[in-house]
């Protein structure tokens, strides 16, 4: 049982050049989330999937697109990388029952733009 | 979704109990209290959570004051392992839709050998 699992774990970019972070999760899970965190803040959310078929913007999602390929798996994507987007992203999924929003987080992608 | 006030830093000696505040005056009476924890390079991981009563499981207890203003997540034992980055978040349950939670800058915890 492998949890959420990102790829690739360390990329780097050129700016103007685009690529797309895979994320997939093993849980059975409802909901899926990608955060960004940059040095010495929070996690700040970029876009979320409360169930499959839909996508929400969250706090940052300038720059970024996503699609909810299936229940399993939410991918984001950078159609023109931009230095502001060096950044350590994190996808994440949860059940999304009334009782809890219990988060599982990914190990993280840290994506340098140049 | 309530704010809260965490200390940036706190030190603790191995061993003994840490115990990391959180203030969340604001608070609203259908809005739990979630604590997460970031060890270096890593995800966030989950800890604990709870509304009014206090909570303990195998990580940790979380004691929340009774007016709900405050609370306080205890680490019996703590271990270097224990040395992270802790997330107090304030936020309803199940109220209109899964859009994750608020991450704050947090506390540094660094237990010292």
């Known amino acids: 049982n492998a949890g959420v699992t990102q790829t690739p774990k360390f990329q780097v970019l050129k700016t103007g050049q685009s690529m797309t972070l895979q994320c997939a999760q093993d849980m059975n899970h409802n909901s899926m989330y990608w955060y960004r965190q940059d040095p010495g803040m929070g996690l700040r959310l970029i876009y979320y999937s409360a169930s499959e078929g839909t996508t929400d913007k969250g706090e940052v999602p300038n720059g970024y697109n996503v699609s909810r390929l299936n229940k399993r798996e939410f991918s984001l994507r950078l159609e023109s990388a931009a230095p502001s987007q060096t950044s350590v992203y994190f996808c994440a999924s949860s059940e999304h029952v009334a009782t809890n929003e219990k988060l599982f987080f990914g190990s993280g992608t840290q994506l340098s733009v140049l | 979704d309530a704010k809260t006030t965490q200390p940036p830093s706190m030190d603790c000696a191995e061993g003994r109990a840490a115990n990391l505040p959180c203030n969340h005056s604001t608070i609203s009476g259908n809005e739990y209290v979630y604590w997460y924890r970031q060890i270096h390079s890593q995800g966030p991981q989950y800890i604990i959570h709870g509304l009014k009563n206090n909570e303990t499981n195998e990580m940790a207890s979380l004691i929340i004051t009774e007016d709900r203003k405050s609370s306080t997540l205890i680490l019996p034992h703590a271990t270097l392992r224990d040395t992270a980055v802790y997330y107090c978040?304030?936020?309803?349950?199940?109220?209109?839709?899964?859009?994750?939670?608020?991450f704050g800058k947090g506390t540094h915890l660094i237990i010292q050998p």
């Open positions: 978040i304030v936020r309803v349950d199940g109220g209109g839709g899964a859009d994750g939670l608020t």
